[in-house]
C-alpha cells in the first residue's frame, strides 16, 4: 500500500475519522473505498459507510480474497451499528474462516467478537459466550481486547453476575487508556454506569425502594420469595417458576404478594387479574380456577389461602415476600429498553431482538409514537425508530432475559 492509505489506515485506527478523510477522500481506488466507508462509519452515516464498502468488496474482485474478507466483516460492524440485526451472518462465518486461512489472526478475532455481539444483541446469551470462549492464537491489540471486555461485562450483566462484569470493565477500561481512543473510553465509561445507577425497584410491606444490579443479585439469591415482574416468574434462591405464558396466574401472584402479609378482595383481583369491571358468578368461578393452577404451579413455595374477603399468599416456612419490578413501568417496557440505547432501530431488528412478530412490534411502535415516546425518521425499508433513554436508570434490555417456560 502506498503512504497516504497507510496514513488513513493508522489514523482510523487512533479513532480519527476525519484525518482518515483528508487523506483519501478523493480517491476511488478498492483500498480507498474501503477506508472512506469505515471512515463514514466512524462519523454515524451508516448508508454512505455501507455503499462504500461493498464498493470497494467489488473493486478488489476474487483474486483478492483477503481483502474482499475485511470488506466483509467491516459491513457486518456497520450493519451492527445500524442494527440490521437480519445482515446474513453466515457471511461473517465465511469472511472469518477466509481471515484464518490467510494468517490473519487479528481481524478474524474481530469477526468472532462481531459474532458474539450480535448474539448478544438478540438475547442469545449461551452461544455468544461459547463464540467468545473460543481461543486466540495471537495477541489482540488494545482496542478489540476493549470491545471484547466490554462484551464479557454485557454477557455478565444479562446475567447477574456483577463481580465478574467489573473484573471486565476494569480490564476495558485498561485496554481503552492503552488503545488511546477516546470515542471508546467514553463507551467504557457508560457501561459502568450501569452497575451504579438503578436496575430494579423492590416492592415488599407495602413500602418500595430502588435497588442496584448488585442488590438485585443479592435478593435472588437469597431465601426471600421473590415475584419477578421483569421476568415474570416467582424465585427463591436456586428454584425458578416461571409463567412467562401464563399472564393471568403472574398478576394474581403479584396482587397477592404486595399485599402480603395482609388479603386481597375478591372483586380485585377479578377486576385487576381479568381486566373487567362488572363482575359476576362466572368471574368468581374463573378466580377459583384460577388460584387452584397458582397453588399448583408455586408448589412448594408458597401456599394461596382462602380468606373470609379473598385470597392471601401465605410463604412455605419463614420466608419474606417481595416483587421486583422495573424501576419505571409502562407499556411496552422492553421495546423502549432497546431503543434507549442510542442508536435507530428498524422494526424488523426489533421483532428479531424481542421474538415478536413484525406486525405486532409496529403496532407497539405505532402506539409509542402516537404518545410522543418515540419517532421515526426515512420510509419504508429505510425507516428507523430512535427514543431519548430514560436519565438515572440503567435499562431493561441490560437485565436478564426472560426464564424460558
Known sequence: MDSMITAAARALAAGDPLG??????????????ALRGIAMAQLGDFLRAKALVRRAARAFGPKEPLARARCVVAEAEIALASR????????LDTARATLDAHGDRVNAAYAQYLEARRLLLIGRLDEAECTLAEPHPVPLPPAIRAARELLVAGIAIRRLRTNVARAALARAEQAARHAGIPALMAEVENASLVLNTPAARLIA??????LLLDDVEALLASEVLVIDARRYAVCAA????????????FELARLLAQAWPEDVPRSTLIEQAFR?????ESHRARLRVEVGRLR?????????????????????????IAVLTRPVEERHADMLAFLSDGESWSSSALALALGASQRTVQRALDS??????????GRGRARRWVTQ????????????MPLPS
Open 20 to 33: 482518515a478523510l483528508n487523506r483519501v477522500a478523493l480517491r476511488d481506488d478498492a483500498p480507498a473505498l
Open 84 to 91: 440490521d440485526l437480519g445482515w446474513p451472518a453466515k457471511s
Open 205 to 210: 410491606r407495602g413500602e418500595q425502594r430502588l
Open 238 to 249: 436456586s428454584t425458578v417458576v416461571s409463567l412467562a405464558r401464563r399472564p393471568v396466574l
Open 276 to 280: 373487567t369491571k362488572h363482575a359476576d
Open 296 to 320: 399448583t404451579m408455586l408448589g412448594t413455595l408458597a401456599d394461596v389461602s382462602a380468606t373470609k374477603q379473598g385470597f392471601a399468599l401465605a410463604p412455605r416456612g419463614t420466608r419474606e
Open 368 to 377: 409509542l409514537a402516537a404518545a410522543g415516546k418515540v419517532q421515526s425518521f
Open 389 to 400: 433513554r430514560v436519565p438515572g436508570f440503567t435499562t431493561t434490555l441490560l437485565l436478564p
